[in-house]
């Protein structure tokens, strides 16, 4: 029975979910499986995958062939490297301590390209963030600025009725002044006239 490991597409439209499985090349893509391997989410960046490596290496060695987006997703998770340095065990190349010391320094040195594309990611969003901000500061600005000069119409024909009132007041108490003036000179003949009559 040729044993395929391949994916098996989960998820809803538009956004799909994979498993890694080995399968019957026979049946169908989303059909009956041997064994579920991992899983694999292309809708986040990066993709989140998820793998049995020891499951997978098994199946490998049993004879099992992936297919091209499988291969490449067990390349990615290091499945092919240790399956190629068991390899070297079977040989008499290499013993098991070098090959559990060898793939722990790839993980290592691969956890740390992905956390740095994680950061990378990261900082790319937060400039995005900052540069969209300061873009919608400076429309704001504009549209504070050009309603800067109707502000300060309004302010300068308030500023005119105030002072056309303030005049019309001041015309109104000098006018009041000036006749409550006449008023006590008027009154002021009138009892200097009934004086001298006495």
Do not use: C
């Amino acid at each position: 029975m040729p044993v395929k490991i391949r994916l098996q597409r989960h998820g809803k439209k538009g956004k799909p979910f994979y498993w890694v499985v080995a399968a019957d090349s026979r049946s169908k893509r989303d059909g009956k499986f041997l064994e579920k391997l991992g899983t694999y989410n292309p809708n986040t960046n990066p993709a989140t995958i998820n793998l049995d490596v020891d499951g997978s290496v098994k199946w490998l060695q049993n004879g099992a062939q992936p297919t091209d987006t499988a291969r490449a997703i067990l390349s990615y998770k290091g499945v092919m490297l240790k399956h190629h340095l068991l390899g070297g065990v079977r040989k008499g190349a290499l013993t098991e301590e070098q090959v559990e010391k060898k793939f722990s320094t790839w993980l290592a040195d691969k956890e740390k390209g992905i956390q740095a594309k994680v950061d990378g990611l990261d900082k790319a969003k937060a400039d995005a963030k900052a540069k969209a901000l300061e873009a919608e500061k400076e429309i704001s600005d504009k549209r504070a600025a050009a309603a800067l000069p109707e502000v300060e119409e309004e302010a300068v024909e308030e500023a005119t009725e105030a002072t056309a009132e303030a005049e019309e007041t001041a015309e109104v108490t000098t006018e009041e002044t000036a006749v409550e003036e006449a008023a006590p000179a008027e009154e002021a003949p009138a009892t200097e006239a009934s004086a001298e009559e006495e």
